[in-house]
């Protein structure tokens, strides 16, 4: 790809692409192009001066200057697509790669100006699925808020009371999922991270993997507890999982737990470079399947495990590789991907699901992840 022309319009707070290749915030739209294997992005006035000095591997031109230029020119309304336009004729090119979710009214408006779009097929940046150095740095950085978060939402499961019908009490009040949540996501921000859809689920609610719980908790049933914050800093996320009962477990959710922890010991067992990432999730498909855990659908609802047992994690929560049934992906060194297999029943009163986040190496897999885990608490 390092040959191609490409061009990206939007924000880069919400377009990891963008934030891939820039590495600044940017809250509005901007244009980005790479010609030649160089960085140009037009800014607008408002964000000029802080882009020369944040993104100096980039050509920063002025939006204002380059819409002026082209009103002179005789354009009445320049747009994205005139100024666009504008410097790819000034370098003689009149076709340019976008990614697949490039705007069709701006494709459409290029498209009256004579300039040829061409969508490039998968990922625009395929080189961002192999992490450098820098980049596990700032990933660790972004797991360490979590487990920040995780350690204050524990340490509150800890220090609250069990009351009558087994209700979790917190200062003397109820501690529900929505309290819990809001402790957790406040230590994280405190530590430079931002938390979103912060996952609370308690009980049966957690046989749902991604229900983000509500209503009281309470004590000897499974809370499970997915922490995934974003670094303010960075944008690159951590991502952790963990299951614990505040008081006493019961035997059967003890073995379904033990049974989590071993797949996903065996998970990281077969995390090795050049191993296709379905072959990791079948090992631990059948681990489960072999020790008496069935996957499938019972009394209506999809029970077992049947979500995948990874996925990339960057720039984005959920990112190329996937570790799953349908993964097409073969891990190589530099990927870093979550390690979360799950047992969902609802007659174990809940779900349980373990998950750390492995960076692939050349050799055993190296878990990013440090937080402990315990089921009691």
């Keep these: 790809m390092s040959g191609e022309n490409l061009l990206m319009v939007g924000d880069s707070e919400h377009n990891a692409d963008m934030l891939y290749a820039v590495g600044m915030f940017v809250p509005d739209p901007f244009i980005y192009l ?9 800014m607008s006035d408002l964000e000029l001066d802080r882009a020369r000095r944040q993104a100096r591997h980039c050509r920063v031109l002025s939006l204002n200057q380059a819409q002026n230029k082209l009103r002179k020119e005789g354009t009445k309304k320049p747009g994205l697509a005139h100024v666009i336009r504008m410097i790819l004729r000034a370098r003689r090119l009149k076709k340019i790669f976008v990614p697949e979710d490039f705007s069709l009214g701006l494709a459409r408006q290029l498209a009256k100006l004579k300039i040829k779009v061409r969508v490039r097929e998968g990922p625009f940046f395929p080189e961002r699925e192999i992490k450098t150095a820098e980049e596990v740095k700032k990933i660790s950085a972004a797991l360490m808020m979590a487990e920040v978060g995780l350690a204050e939402g524990i340490q509150a499961l800890k220090n609250s009371k069990i009351g009558r019908r087994r209700r979790l009490m917190y200062h003397n009040v109820p501690l529900t999922s929505e309290k819990l949540r809001a402790i957790i996501d406040t230590a994280i921000i405190q530590a430079g991270g931002l938390a979103r859809h912060t996952i609370v689920a308690g009980g049966r609610q957690g ?156 050799d055993r897999p190296r878990n990013l992840t440090k937080f402990e885990k315990v089921l009691e608490v």
């Design 34 to 42: 790479r010609l030649d294997g160089k960085c140009c992005i037009v």
């Design 207 to 362: 046989c749902d993997p991604h229900e983000r719980g509500h209503g009281a908790l309470r004590a000897h049933e499974p809370i499970l507890l997915d922490v995934f914050p974003r670094s303010q800093k960075t944008g690159y996320y951590g991502d952790i999982t963990r299951t614990v009962v505040k008081g006493r477990a019961s035997e059967a959710l003890r073995q379904a737990y033990h049974t989590v922890e071993q797949g996903q010991n065996l998970a990281f067992e077969r995390m090795l470079h050049k191993v296709p990432g379905r072959e990791v999730h079948k090992a631990v498909q059948d681990f489960f399947q072999q020790a008496g855990y069935k996957t499938g659908r019972q009394h209506g609802r999809m029970q077992g495990f049947f979500h995948g047992t990874g996925h990339g994690l960057g720039l984005e929560i959920h990112e190329a590789p996937r570790v799953g049934s349908h993964s097409m992906e073969v891990l190589r060194t530099g990927h870093v991907v979550t390690v979360e297999p799950g047992l969902y029943y609802s007659e174990l009163g809940g779900g349980v699901r373990l998950e750390d986040v492995a960076l692939i190496t050349g």
